[in-house]
């Protein structure tokens, strides 16, 4: 089984973020939370002792690079798989490959698994074992969350190491690494720097890669200078990163939910415009919308529900971007609107009732009698026909089944079109009220 992380050095030919790739701990950018002195894996370093960890973070923020320099620091055979490619097959053989390692020179093996949340349960308690043993010393990348990809097995036995995306400084530092070492004759404008910095967002891989392709387009129109303007002609597409599925994607959809929930209509366009154009689908989007119409807006302004509701039907029928401009007024309407999630807290309530709850039949005043048996057994007969009775309301009737006293789940809040509601509702409790005292009168 080969070593995909082979730390020789790239040929000549090879993706410029490989012929880049940090050959020390020292030439890595980035990361200084863990990196700096005294932090969490420069002490690992220094230790030259290996423990299993998972390395968390998005793309290109330098997981395998740190990988690769573990496999020089760490006096440990070294075997890397990816869990794209990877099956259980593949990590029997690392199995066998880790024991003759140890028979052979009694040295353990650090086992490298890329994007380990690709791997099912199954393959994950595969190595898990030998994890457990001490054969292997386990080191997984991934770029969702470990607490729900990762075995908590697994987990427990693994420390978790959170990176974060680069800075605009640290980019622009490794962007003047790239350009001595790569096209020390092209000369970038102010305005290119930032614009390829910001085009990065925060991904190393990205920005090297990017500044490939300029150099390339740079070369072949004869071009010494590089500005905005060739940058954005130069360049497919403007991008920003957006991991749809993944940890990015629910952290943004939290963000534009919490953002309309505090009545910020600003914040709420600006998370729905970045989820927009980072690639997100319109449509998911207008789902979410729904969502929100329904959980903290409700009765409070009903009129949510329709815009929302809109709102996807006009971009159904419109498609792209017109139709997005119906997403952004939904989003600002409901921002804007009161807001009540009354519905939301009864309806969990009633669930969760009528989950511990025992099956209670249908009293029977409110069971239907169409046929003489059924009447004659009684069914609906003490039913009073609200429409018959003052206000449309049979005052006194109970709804439930019998033992269940009056829950109360449903609280109107003191906002919107649910102020009126709660008045209503207070107005026909009371007439409740008079018909049992007049009951008891009697």
Request: hydrophobic share 40%.
């Amino acid at each position: 089984m080969g070593d995909l992380l082979d730390t020789t050095q790239p040929a000549t030919h090879a993706p410029l973020a490989e012929l880049l790739r940090p050959r020390a701990l020292d030439e890595v950018v980035g990361q200084q939370h863990l990196l700096g002195p005294g932090k969490p894996l420069r002490l690992a370093f220094e230790s030259h002792t290996p423990h299993s960890m998972i390395l968390w973070g998005p793309p290109g923020v330098g997981k395998t690079t740190l990988a690769r320099l573990m496999a020089d620091a760490f006096d440990a055979g070294f075997l890397a798989l990816s869990a794209v490619f990877s099956g259980v097959k593949d990590i029997r053989e690392a199995v066998q490959q880790a024991q003759l390692t140890l028979a052979q020179s009694g040295r353990r093996t650090i086992l490298f698994v890329d994007e380990v949340h690709r791997f099912n349960k199954a393959q994950q308690d595969a190595f898990l074992p030998y994890v457990e043993q001490g054969l292997l010393t386990f080191i997984g990348a991934t770029t969702e969350n470990p607490s729900f990809e990762v075995n908590s097995a697994l987990l427990s036995r693994a420390a978790v190491y959170v990176l974060k995306s680069l800075s605009a400084e640290e980019l622009a530092q490794l962007f003047e690494r790239a350009r001595q070492r790569t096209f020390p004759d092209l000369v970038f404008t102010d305005d290119a720097r930032d614009r390829l910095t910001g085009y990065a967002d925060g991904d190393a891989r990205r920005l090297l890669n990017v500044l490939e392709q300029l150099k390339t387009a740079a070369t072949t129109s004869g071009m010494q200078e590089i500005d905005a303007a060739f940058i954005e002609n130069a360049l497919a597409s403007d991008l920003r990163r957006f991991d749809k599925g993944g940890d990015t994607f629910y952290d943004q959809i939290s963000a534009l939910h919490k953002s309309v929930r505090g009545s910020d209509p600003d914040a709420a366009l600006y998370w729905l415009v970045r989820m927009l154009d980072g690639g997100a689908d319109p449509l998911y989007m207008g789902r979410r919308i729904v969502r929100m119409a329904t959980e903290d807006i409700g009765l409070a302004d009903p009129r949510a529900l329709e815009v929302a509701l809109n709102a996807c039907a006009v971009y159904e029928r419109l498609g792209s971007p017109e139709g997005e401009l119906a997403l952004a007024e939904a989003v600002i309407f409901m921002a804007v609107a009161p807001k009540s999630n009354a519905t939301y807290v009864a309806y969990n309530a009633a669930r969760a009732f009528i989950a511990k709850d025992q099956s209670r039949p249908v009293p029977e005043h409110l069971r239907n009698a169409p046929t003489k048996l059924m009447k004659d057994l009684g069914y609906g007969r003490e039913y009073r026909y609200a429409h018959d009775e003052p206000e449309a309301y049979a005052a006194g009737v109970n709804y439930f089944p019998e033992g269940i006293a009056a829950p109360g789940w449903y609280k109107p809040v003191p906002r919107g079109l649910e102020q009126k509601i709660a008045e209503k509702l207070a107005h026909l409790r009371e007439l409740d009220r008079l018909v049992r005292q007049a009951k008891k009168s009697k």
